[in-house]
């Protein structure tokens, strides 16, 4: 059986850029992914890449350096990532007082501009002024998720790189050293694993034993057909609820209720967001749910109706657009932007997930991950 230098867990957007940036090291890499129709967080995504999200000197680096790389990703990759510059629009309800809100985003390093109703409506015509009390307007980055994933797969078996539609059951170990995974066909070994599993990285993990600070939500979202309504920016709530609750799931009390192994339902938040794709698809959002059952079954028929009438209310054209309800998990960590490093009681265990605003920095992080595993693994952060 081949040996490989590295296995990844997970062909989201986090395992395929690892996969590509270790395989661009000169290391044998697999990548392992269960599901080949990829009804993952990374192919139901806005796509939106929040440049201006850094809140410190690390994170707003890896901001500057993944804003630089995504205008030359395409070439580099070989294939199209639809990438572009856009607006974000932060919508502020006509209750809210926008001057209040504009506060809570003083911490990043771009800062927002507050614009009122009618200004919002002039840089996107189809938000509707009596719902809003303004919007914050940032400069944003987007490409498309799902093409931009399949550009890093294929750059990456250009390496040589190979993938493997297998899920993995197990993580192999021996004396506090890991040896390899097992999937539902075989067993494959390597003494570096890295998971990026998304939503399900904490059950994984969970399999040897290891419990780190990483969750998830269950995310609903309605996917459109092409159609010739145009929206030109992408447009989100000002105020993120599910960011808040997100926090609040690491207090211990909370914590607790995730190691039940019934669907204990934490918060459910619904947040209305709009993006239009180059091919002129729409993705509507988003019900964001925390339950700690990975596999619970969602009302879809309630969430599209919610969802629909969210969306109508901020931008009325786009409520009835045909389109189906899709669901997935997004990995979070509630004290974190990621959950980047290795697992120290476990030699050769390693984790890249649980991103904030995964787009902006799963790219750069990827590349210092390889620079660490190359140069000096001393770098690499400690998670346990
Ligand atoms: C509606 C919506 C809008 C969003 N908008 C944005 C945005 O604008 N900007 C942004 O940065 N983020 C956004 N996000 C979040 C972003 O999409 C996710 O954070 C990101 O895609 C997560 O990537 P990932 O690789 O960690 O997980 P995923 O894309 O979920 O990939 C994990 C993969 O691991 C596989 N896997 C799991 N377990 C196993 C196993 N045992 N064996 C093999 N394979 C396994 C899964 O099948 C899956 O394919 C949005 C999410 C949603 C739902």
Redesign the pocket.
Same mark, same amino acid.
């Given at each position: 059986m081949k040996n490989f230098d590295w296995i990844v867990?997970?062909?989201?957007?986090?395992?395929a850029t690892l996969s590509y940036e270790l395989a661009k090291q000169g290391l044998a890499v697999l990548l392992?992914?269960?599901?080949s129709n990829?009804t993952?967080?990374?192919?139901?995504?806005?796509?939106?890449?929040?440049y201006w999200s850094g809140t410190d000197n690390f994170s707003t680096q890896l901001c500057k350096e993944s804003r630089e790389m995504y205008h030359q990703l395409s070439e580099e990759l070989g294939q199209n990532t639809e990438f572009r510059e856009l607006d974000l629009m932060l919508t502020i309800p006509i209750d809210k007082d926008p001057k209040t809100i504009t506060k809570n985003y003083q911490k990043f390093f771009i800062k927002p501009q507050l614009l009122s109703p009618q200004e919002s409506t002039e840089i996107e015509p189809l938000l509707n002024p009596d719902t809003i009390s303004g919007c914050l307007k940032l400069p944003h980055g987007h490409i498309h998720?799902q093409k931009t994933n399949n550009a890093y797969q294929q750059a990456f078996l250009r390496l040589d790189g190979t993938i493997k539609y297998?899920?993995?059951?197990q993580l192999l170990s021996e004396n506090e050293t890991l040896t390899g995974v097992q999937t539902n066909k075989e067993n494959y070994h390597s003494k570096n694993v890295v998971v990026? &599993?998304?939503?399900?990285s904490r059950s994984?993990l969970k399999t040897l034993g290891i419990t780190l600070n990483i969750y998830f939500t269950h %995310?609903q979202?309605i996917l459109t057909s092409p159609v010739d309504t145009n929206l030109r920016t992408?447009v989100m709530p000002a105020i993120l609820n599910r960011l808040d609750i997100e926090e609040k799931s690491g207090n211990s009390e909370l914590k607790s209720l995730w190691n039940r192994p019934n669907d204990e339902i934490i918060s459910n938040v619904m947040e209305p967001g709009a993006i239009q794709f180059l091919d002129g698809r729409f993705?509507l959002?988003?019900i964001s749910q925390i339950r700690t059952n990975p596999y619970t079954k969602l009302d879809s028929k309630s969430a599209e109706k919610t969802i629909r009438q969210g969306v109508g209310k901020v931008l009325p054209e786009l409520q009835e657009l045909p389109g189906k309800l899709h669901h997935?998990?997004? &990995?979070f960590c509630p004290d974190s932007n990621f959950l980047v490093g290795k697992i120290d009681t476990l030699t050769g265990l390693h984790v890249f %997930?649980g991103?904030t605003?995964?787009?902006?920095f799963a790219p750069a992080l990827a590349k210092r991950f390889a620079n660490w595993v190359i140069e000096d693994d001393k770098k690499m952060p400690s998670l346990l």
């Open positions: 867990v997970g062909a989201g957007i986090t395992g392992l992914e269960k599901d990829y993952n967080a990374t192919r139901y995504s806005y796509g939106g890449i929040a998720p297998e899920e993995v059951t990026c &599993a998304g939503g399900l994984l %995310s979202l992408l993705c959002g988003q997935c998990l997004v &990995a %997930s991103f605003s995964t787009f902006v």
